[in-house]
């Protein structure tokens, strides 16, 4: 028997139709399936909702794009279960099968690595800790990215960065962004950071809107660690994977390392990031 956990997204128009016919299969062949209680609030699926962690299946559907994708890993909070993206919307970096595959993806995973046919693509998390002198005021994973933006429009943010403990230099910005490999696809790429591939293990960090004229991202060895204090006299925002967890004043700090846990999920054959890559820039009739 596996054990399957559905993560949705809400605004999906098929998605109601899909997860009551993925639930049916589930049932019919002997496996267990549940939903979040809040998307079953969210979708009027609550016949299907359970208070249960994701951490408790064998496998996490998540039905929709990167976001939900995204939504799933922080649920999972680091726990190591393997998640399956079916893609509902545009051609996503992180989903891995269309909606008619599900049934036929699901009994392959159920039958195991070997005989399924299918493999785990490990991607690392970003630690984060945000402190107030001695005070620990939250931690969480990424898989994209941690950033540390402005709180006030129309003002920049001054951020002290330090490498290993040393000072490196001091931002006047809009923020800095702390990602993965996997996520210098996201919010990074439109500061103009790097393509990095996602076999990777790498921290980048790169500034948001500098006013000043280094405005390089730093790719960082995975043994080092970033930390970030709000140098100036406004606040600051912390937001992880494009959540907003805190608000930040002058003297806090945040701070990055990869995180000794990984993201996984289930791939059934190559993993073709650089096709994916030129079909999402328009590189292919070049």
């Not at 006030?152 to 943010?157: D, R």
């Not at 996602?198 to 790169?206: D, E, G, Q, S």
Request: aromatic residues 6%; negative net charge.
């Amino acid at each position: 028997m596996t054990k399957v956990a559905i993560c949705a997204h809400y605004e999906r128009p098929d998605v109601v139709d899909l997860i009551e016919q993925t639930m049916a299969w589930i049932s019919d062949h002997g496996h267990t399936g549940w939903l979040l209680p809040d998307d079953g609030d969210q979708l009027d699926l609550n016949h299907h909702a359970q208070a249960r962690p994701l951490s408790d299946a064998d496998v996490v559907l998540c039905l929709g794009g990167d976001g939900t994708m995204l939504r799933a890993v922080g649920a999972l909070d680091g726990a190591p279960v393997p998640l399956l993206g079916v893609n509902l919307g545009q051609l996503g970096y992180l989903t891995e099968i269309e909606p008619g595959e599900i049934t036929d993806a699901l009994d392959r995973f159920a039958r195991g690595e070997s005989e399924g046919g299918w493999h785990l693509d490990t991607r690392l998390l970003v630690r984060i800790e945000v402190r107030r002198r001695e005070q620990e005021l939250g931690r969480w994973r990424a898989l994209n990215e941690v950033v540390v933006e402005k709180h006030a429009a129309g003002h920049t943010v001054r951020l002290l960065a330090r490498i290993d403990g040393e000072p490196f230099t001091s931002y006047a910005a809009d923020g800095l962004i702390v990602s993965t490999p996997t996520g210098s696809t996201a919010y990074s790429l439109s500061a103009r950071g790097p393509v990095v591939s996602p076999r990777h293990r790498a921290l980048l960090l790169t500034p948001v809107s500098p006013h000043m004229l280094f405005d390089r991202t730093l790719v960082l060895d995975p043994s080092e660690t970033v930390e970030i204090e709000v140098a100036g006299h406004r606040q600051a925002e912390v937001a992880v994977d494009g959540r907003l967890v805190l608000t930040i004043d002058p003297g806090d700090t945040v701070r990055c390392r990869p995180a000794e846990e990984t993201a996984q999920f289930v791939r059934f054959g190559p993993y073709r990031y650089h096709q994916i890559l030129k079909t999402k820039f328009g590189l292919t009739d070049r």
